[in-house]
C-alpha cells in the first residue's frame, strides 16, 4: 500500500483524473512530473492506462521527454502482470506509442507471448480502419524474422493495405517464411498496375527471398525485373551473378 493509499487520495477513479495532468504539454512541467509519481504509487489497471497516455505526446525540451519517458516506462515495469492487460488494451485502441507498448510487453512476457499480442492486434487492425499506419509498421517489424506459424497468416491481408509503407514491411516480414499462401497475393501485387516502383522492388526481393515460382505471371513479372533480379530457367526470381 502505497502513501495515498493511507490518506485516502488513491483510487481508479483518481488515477484517471490525472490524465490531463499527465498529457499536459505546457505550463509547468513539476504538475506532470508530480501526476507521473501519483500514478506510480497507485496500483491500478487505471493508473497504467493513465501513464501510457504520456507516451502519446512529445514536450519541449526533447532530453525531458526523454527522462520523464524512461521514467513512466520503469514506473509501468513496476506494476509486473498488472500491467499486461492495460498494455493490451492500449496497443489495440492507440494509434500512437506502438513501440513503447510492445517494449514493455516485452519486459512482461516471454517473446512467444509478445509474438501473440502482435498476431491478435494485426488481425483486429486488418478488418479495422486506421488513419495512421505507424503502429501497423511498428506491429510488422516487430514480428519480421521471427520463426512462428501464427505470424504468416495475420501479415498477409496488409499486403492490400492503402499504405505502400505498410505493403513494404509485410513484405519484408512475409519474404522468409516460404508461406505458400503468399504466392499469389506478392504476385498480383507486383504486377498491378497501381503498384508503386518501391513496392514493386520491395515484391521482387520477397519473392527471391521466399523462392516462389512465378508460374501464371512470368510474362508480367518479366517485364518489371530490375536489376539485381532476373528469372532463372525454373521461372524463379534469383539475384544476377556478379
Known amino acids: 500500500m502505497g502513501i495515498f493509499d493511507l490518506f485516502g487520495g488513491s483510487s481508479p477513479e483518481k488515477a484517471l483524473k490525472l490524465k490531463p495532468k499527465v498529457t499536459q504539454k505546457y505550463g509547468d512541467p513539476a504538475s506532470r ?11 491500478y489497471p487505471e493508473a497504467v492506462t493513465v501513464l501510457l497516455a504520456r507516451f502519446t505526446i512529445t514536450v519541449d525540451p526533447l532530453t525531458t521527454d526523454a527522462d520523464e519517458k524512461e521514467h513512466v516506462f520503469g514506473l509501468i515495469k513496476g506494476f509486473g502482470k498488472d500491467a499486461i492487460a492495460p ?15 510492445l517494449r514493455l510487453l516485452g519486459e512482461l512476457l516471454s517473446e512467444p507471448e509478445v509474438i501473440g499480442v502482435c498476431v491478435d492486434t494485426l488481425t483486429h487492425l486488418s478488418t479495422h480502419y486506421t488513419r495512421d499506419p505507424e503502429k501497423k509498421v511498428v506491429l510488422l517489424h516487430h514480428v519480421t524474422d521471427k520463426q512462428d506459424p ?13 499504405s505502400d509503407d505498410v505493403k513494404i514491411a509485410a513484405l519484408k516480414a ?9 504466392r499469389e497475393p506478392i504476385l498480383r501485387l507486383l504486377t498491378a498496375d497501381d503498384t508503386a516502383r518501391r513496392v514493386q522492388t520491395a515484391a521482387l526481393a520477397a519473392l527471391q527471398s521466399s523462392g516462389f515460382g512465378v508460374q501464371g505471371y512470368r510474362e508480367k ?13 525454373q521461372g524463379v526470381v534469383v539475384k544476377r551473378q556478379a
Open 33 to 43: 512530473q508530480k501526476a507521473i509519481q501519483q500514478l506510480g504509487e497507485m496500483k
Open 87 to 101: 498494455l493490451q488494451d492500449f496497443l489495440r485502441k492507440s494509434d500512437q506509442a506502438a513501440s513503447w507498448a
Open 150 to 162: 501464427r505470424i504468416a497468416p495475420a501479415v498477409l491481408p496488409f499486403l492490400e493495405d492503402m
Open 174 to 182: 512475409l519474404a522468409p517464411m516460404n508461406h505458400e499462401p503468399a
Open 221 to 233: 513479372v518479366e517485364a518489371l525485373l530490375v536489376d539485381p533480379y532476373v528469372l532463372d530457367k
